[in-house]
């Protein structure tokens, strides 16, 4: 997993936290831990972050960071809508969810991610819902995609759906497919009538 962070030694910290966080649990990983696997004392991890708490939320600051960098190129793709929605929605859940959903402490992190950073969360998912909502209002103006709703709404729909598929898969395998088929379903629907594949079976 990459991250998004301002220097290399925090790129160091980050991912040495969640390699830690991944094998141990949040609980369990402490800041000696953290500091071995980045390489350096704790003194001067603590020069950094005040607490794992602290790192955690720069984790979570760094995934919609990047998610949201990955959204934006996939859905400016000249490919089908459908592919484009595909990768998006694929970016959306980025490499730290088959890391989260492959670790045993998955649940516990899902957790951790709520108690310490829920204020994150919600303005992350808003940042994300205004991306999409940005795109839809710019393809429907151009007559790329019909709306069903207005822009705002459907942008919320597509991260809301998205969670309930991320909470609702038993795999990484299954919440891979499960946001295929919802992409699918979204293109079907985003597509205007005339411009979609005739059917002659």
């Not at 951790?112 to 204020?119: F, L, P, S, Y």
Request: proline share 2%.
């Amino acid at each position: 997993m990459t991250f998004s962070a301002p220097d290399t030694k925090t790129q160091s910290i980050l991912a040495a936290a969640w390699a830690g966080f991944s094998a141990y649990g949040f609980r369990k990983t402490s800041m000696d831990d953290i500091a071995r696997g980045a390489g350096m004392s704790r003194p001067a991890l603590y020069l950094h972050f005040k607490n794992k708490e602290a790192i955690f939320r720069a984790l979570v600051e760094s995934y919609y960071t990047e998610a949201s960098m990955k959204i934006t190129l996939a859905l400016a793709e000249e490919v089908t809508l459908h592919q484009r929605l595909a990768r998006a929605f694929a970016a959306h859940g980025g490499e730290s969810m088959e890391a989260m959903m492959s670790s045993a402490h998955g649940m516990e992190l899902l957790e951790a991610t709520m108690n310490v950073a829920g204020d994150m969360i919600e303005e992350g998912e808003a940042r994300l819902q205004a991306l999409y909502a940005a795109w839809l209002t710019s393809e429907f103006a151009r007559g790329q995609v019909v709306l069903t709703s207005d822009a705002e709404t459907i942008g919320r729909l597509f991260c809301a759906c998205l969670k309930g598929v991320k909470h609702t898969s038993q795999s990484y395998a299954a919440y891979q497919a499960g946001v295929a088929s919802y992409a699918a379903l979204c293109a079907e629907a985003l597509t205007p009538a005339g411009t979609r594949p005739v059917n002659h079976s």
